[in-house]
């Protein structure tokens, strides 16, 4: 079954402070997986998408990472700020179709001042 | 990238009543899809609204519950027909330029509470 987790559900960190959100996928095949931010009442945005062939992408104080053999994506964000409160969701894409995305149920981050 | 915009924003409504939902995109995109993302939740995807034919249901999703148009290559509208405290939800629009695309953007989202 195509699925997609992520880990820890909420994380609460102080300003300037480092973090690492987690996602294992068992989508298969597969063709890419993109990290969005949604800040609450809005639409997710599109930080990083990544395909087989890549292990790490930057987007400013965002860096994923992809494991494509263990299935594994990180995203680890750099000094923290208020602005980064919000939650962020990996979604995975198969290889085919039209719309073939599988949604993980996103990890809340909190960042206090 | 692409520019999505959603009335109304958010609403409240009573139940057994209807609410359209509108998705206005500033370019013309190939494909067009509505999400609900219910509290807590990740989102799911309702439908994919094609342009000229009608829309293509997920699973657990009907027309009778969810009709969608799509006259347009920017527009779209989902309604949520006959609604209960259920259908509470966000509702969200999305857009990738089609085939090969790596790319999808969403809307700002609708959020629907039924009392």
């Known amino acids: 079954k195509n699925q997609v987790e992520q880990s820890p559900q909420s994380l609460i960190i102080l300003e300037g402070k480092n973090c690492t959100l987690q996602c294992n996928y068992t989508v298969s095949p597969f063709s890419n997986l993109r990290w969005y931010k949604q800040d609450t009442g809005r639409g997710p945005v599109s930080l990083t998408i990544?395909?087989?062939?890549?292990n790490t992408k930057s987007n400013g104080r965002y860096t994923a990472t992809l494991d494509a053999d263990t299935k594994q994506s990180s995203l680890h964000i750099t000094a923290s700020q208020l602005s980064d409160s919000a939650s962020y969701i990996c979604?995975?894409?198969?290889?085919?179709?039209?719309?073939?995305?599988?949604f993980g149920t996103g990890t809340r981050l909190t960042v206090i001042p | 990238s692409a520019v999505i915009s959603q009335k109304p924003s958010r609403d409240i409504c009573q139940r057994g009543t209807s609410l359209t939902i509108q998705c206005q995109v500033d370019s013309q995109v190939t494909m067009m899809f509505w999400y609900r993302q219910q509290p807590g939740q990740s989102l799911t995807l309702i439908a994919t609204a094609n342009q000229g034919s009608e829309a293509t249901y997920e699973s657990g999703f009907v027309i009778d519950k969810f009709p969608i148009s799509r006259p347009n290559l920017t527009f779209s509208t989902l309604t949520v027909s006959n609604m209960s405290p259920e259908d509470s939800s966000i509702y969200l629009c999305?857009?990738?330029w089609g085939w090969g695309s790596d790319e999808q953007f969403f809307g700002p989202g609708t959020r629907l509470t039924v009392l």
């Open positions: 979604v995975v894409s198969l290889e085919t179709g039209a719309n073939n995305l599988f």
């Open positions: 990544m395909t087989f062939s890549e």
């Open positions: 999305s857009v990738d």
